[in-house]
């Protein structure tokens, strides 16, 4: 069982920059893949970037050149750095942990809001 919680989500303005945080719990924190999905209103939900446990990483079309997932095992924690952000960024994350394309466990999201 792994306990996912979101936190630095918010509104920004266009041009800004957030970071993303997620604590992870329950689990060998080191050992599992991490990533992040997004979903914005009335869209599908979209995969933004992922890290393995041995730190590569893999970014989503979108998130490319702008973003930067990392992890500190020793907090048990994964972050998002965004930066450059665009209203079409507008949504709400997601941390999940499973492979990249099959989550096992989820978070409960963070809305981050890009706007002037």
């Known amino acids: 069982q792994v306990q996912l919680v979101e936190s630095g989500g918010g509104l920004v303005q266009p041009g800004g920059s957030l970071r993303l945080s997620c604590a992870a719990s329950?689990?060998?924190?080191?050992?599992?893949?991490m990533g992040w999905y997004r979903q914005a209103p009335g869209k599908q939900r979209e995969w933004v970037a992922f890290?393995?446990?041995?730190?590569?990483?893999a970014y989503g079309d979108s998130a490319k050149g702008r973003f930067t997932i990392s992890r500190d095992n020793a907090k048990n924690t994964v972050y998002l750095q965004m930066n450059s952000l665009k209203p079409e960024d507008t949504a709400v994350y997601y941390c999940?942990?499973?492979?990249?394309?099959?989550?096992?466990?989820w978070g409960q999201g963070t809305q981050v809001t890009v706007s002037s």
């Open positions: 329950g689990s060998i924190f080191s050992s599992k893949d």
């Open positions: 890290i393995f446990s041995g730190g590569l990483t």
């Open positions: 999940y942990s499973g492979r990249r394309t099959a989550a096992d466990y």
